[in-house]
């Protein structure tokens, strides 16, 4: 259905001009990739390295408390308030149109917003700080508990100093330089590590520990915004001048519908094992959760292929090239589809012996589980391509019903068949819900839209 559907948006070839602006774009998609892959890798070894660092100079149970802050991050992600996915899409079609003013207006709008978003939210928990037990919060006690909520607030301020900061990884995301910004995270990681290893050494407490990590990255993120606005475009400077009540409306509006979507995606895709919890059990959660560990590290890594697409859309629909969007979105949803649908088999053949050497025998998952995580993947997998069309496009009113009316679905059909099959009932109920619910209505939503014109944002 995918291939027929794709097919019928193909159309006649392209000019010499057009021609070179494809293979422009696809190779700064091959840069971003590698790059991201890189960052990704050097993030990994950070985290590899600095789990004994941090055990070995605070104990076991100060790296829980450690571990525990830093997970608050996937709480606070939607922090932005969905603005920075605003600007992007701004961004990258002010990059198609060769609009050096638009694209001036949403950046300096962004960054009086974000910093706005930063101030509220740092006054709020500073207000909130004196009058919680954070010992009590994170369950701990001793000088653990005294060291708790210092720790807490320095990596609060300097998540919120990077609201703003992030800024500058926006505009080059827009500008298909998404490249650029993966060299200075890598960087920021490893300048995070070299911090921690220097606190260390010099006995620090944990909340001194917490500010040399959290510092590496922010830094980084400072120094990216810096030679990217005084050096590499210095035209995008933001500038209060430039701020403007319309484009900040514009980018409120448009990153409130990016917020609600990240929002439905995340309870669609993440409430399973909570359903598997609650009603199979402790153990039923355990299996889906090391399930869907082992079965969506491919989709993980595909994602970081497909995400440059979503600039490149956005800067191609805003020249007109719409033979070249059609061309790409059919190689990349069948392109992910071939890649994931034998990396899921492959990792299904090979999942007794990856469990054994990961887990040994602490946890068997059912074969009808593993199947359903497989189908998942690679559902999940080949819309997500197509989701950097959706919101390049501004299609985002559309996604929002898709993915609300999916999550709420997707959480009843688990709940049914979970009780009716277990854990395996689970995913099941995912994978039907987000087939009839998304990826059918998508399939038909696709035939229309890449030789339509461009909707406004």
Request: charged letters at 10%; one cysteine or more.
């Amino acid at each position: 259905m995918i291939d027929r559907t794709l097919a019928s948006m193909v159309g006649p070839g392209v000019d010499a001009s057009a021609a070179s602006r494809s293979r422009e774009r696809y190779r700064r998609v091959g840069l971003t990739f590698a790059a991201s892959a890189g960052a990704r890798m050097v993030s990994v070894l950070v985290a590899f390295v600095s789990v004994p660092l941090v055990v070995g100079a605070i104990g076991v149970e100060g790296y829980g408390l450690w571990a525990t802050i830093a997970s608050t991050t996937a709480l606070l992600a939607f922090a932005d308030l969905g603005l920075g996915n605003g600007l992007l899409n701004i961004t990258s079609a002010a990059h198609g149109q060769d609009d050096r003013r638009v694209a001036h207006h949403a950046v300096s709008s962004a960054w009086v917003l974000l910093w706005g978003v930063a101030a509220t939210i740092t006054v709020a928990f500073a207000l909130l700080y004196p009058t919680v037990d954070w010992g009590q919060v994170f369950n701990v006690t001793g000088s653990l508990a005294s060291e708790a909520g210092p720790a807490m607030a320095v990596f609060f301020v300097c998540f919120a100093l990077g609201l703003p900061l992030a800024v500058a990884q926006k505009v080059q995301l827009g500008y298909q330089e998404g490249f650029a910004n993966s060299l200075w995270v890598a960087g920021g990681s490893l300048l995070g590590l070299l911090g921690l290893v220097v606190a260390i050494q010099m006995g620090a407490s944990l909340p001194w520990l917490v500010f040399a990590f959290a510092a590496g990255p922010v830094g980084a993120a400072a120094g990216n915004t810096v030679v990217l606005f005084f050096r590499r475009r210095p035209w995008l400077r933001p500038s209060l001048r430039r701020a403007d009540r319309r484009t900040a409306a514009r980018l409120v509006r448009v990153g409130l519908l990016f917020f609600v979507l990240q929002a439905a995606v995340a309870v669609a895709f993440q409430s399973d094992v909570i359903v598997a919890a609650r009603v199979v059990g402790p153990e039923a959660a355990a299996q889906y959760s090391v399930g869907f560990q082992l079965f969506m590290l491919v989709p993980a890594i595909v994602a970081m292929v497909t995400l440059p697409l979503w600039p490149a859309y956005g800067e191609a629909l805003a020249r007109g090239d719409h033979d070249w969007v059609a061309r790409t979105l059919r190689t990349s949803m069948l392109g992910v589809l071939a890649v994931t649908a034998a990396a899921s088999v492959l990792v299904l053949l090979l999942s007794g012996p990856i469990l054994a050497i990961w887990l040994g025998s602490a946890v068997s998952l059912p074969v009808a589980l593993q199947v359903g995580l497989a189908v998942w993947a690679v559902l999940s997998a080949t819309f997500n391509a197509a989701a950097m069309l959706f919101n390049a496009a501004g299609e985002l009113r559309f996604q929002v019903t898709v993915a609300t009316i999916m999550a709420v679905t997707s959480i009843v059909a688990s709940i049914i068949l979970g009780r009716s099959f277990g854990v395996a009932g689970v995913i099941w109920g995912t994978v039907i819900a987000y087939s009839v619910c998304s990826a059918v209505p998508q399939l038909m939503r696709l035939r229309g839209l890449v030789h339509s014109p461009r909707g406004g944002l």
